[in-house]
């Protein structure tokens, strides 16, 4: 399958931003699935997962200020990004797999830059 994020972008401090990962070659409603984030000098990191049932979760720093969601219909992941802070800064990932722990496919990311 295949895996490909849009949306990132330059936006100001407090702004909002969202992400889409339009899957082609799998059905993301048969898939676990999540966004990963990786800033410079950093390891990547685990920012919301939702399960083949749609269970959510989120970590800490993230919490509800994003929104992770999915579109079956369009095939189609969704981040939203509420209150951007700069530690926010970092190229984002899609990623499926059979379960939140076995993420096997991933994006090529999309970078997210929180400046003023």
């Known amino acids: 399958g295949q895996l490909v994020e849009s949306g990132g972008g330059l936006v100001q401090p407090g702004g909002a931003l969202r992400l889409s990962c339009a899957a082609s070659?799998?059905?993301?409603?048969?898939?676990?699935m999540g966004w990963y984030r990786q800033a410079p000098g950093k390891q990547r990191e685990a920012v919301a997962q939702m399960t083949r049932t749609s269970i959510t979760n989120y970590t800490n720093s993230v919490k509800n200020r994003f929104t992770v969601s999915r579109d079956n219909a369009k095939n189609t992941l969704y981040l939203k990004m509420n209150s951007l802070s700069p530690d926010d800064t970092a190229v984002y990932f899609c990623?499926?797999?059979?379960?939140?722990?076995?993420?096997?496919?991933w994006g090529q990311g999309t970078q997210v830059t929180v400046s003023s």
């Open positions: 990623t499926a797999g059979p379960n939140i722990a076995s993420f096997t496919e």
């Open positions: 070659g799998i059905l993301i409603r048969d898939y676990a």
